[in-house]
């Protein structure tokens, strides 16, 4: 998975969330363990969460612009990626 200080990436959080879910799925962990289990999918739903807002958000920008290219402030350059 990521490295320390860096936030997965949408699969990464996504493959985590799901190998989390599993886990508590299987009634295996003790009480602590779950508690635990359920912080760390809370910490990968958030940042699913914030990466499909991020792609919501270039998404709309591109099609409110003709053609999906044109960009007029820094503001846009920075939802959808692009330093000058």
């Known amino acids: 998975m990521a490295g320390k200080g860096k936030e997965p990436s949408f699969e990464e ?3 985590g969330l799901e190998a989390v879910v599993e886990r508590l799925e299987s009634g295996e962990p003790p009480l602590e363990e ?3 289990l359920f912080e ?5 739903s958030e940042t699913c969460r914030k990466r499909l ?4 958000r270039k998404i709309e920008l591109l099609l409110r612009k003709p053609g999906g ?3 007029e402030t820094a503001e846009e350059d920075e939802i959808l990626g ?3």
């Open 13 to 15: 959080a996504l493959k």
């Open 69 to 71: 290219v044109s960009r």
């Open 40 to 44: 760390e999918g809370m910490r990968f």
């Open 34 to 36: 779950s508690i635990r």
């Open 82 to 84: 692009k330093e000058e």
């Open 53 to 56: 807002d991020e792609a919501d």
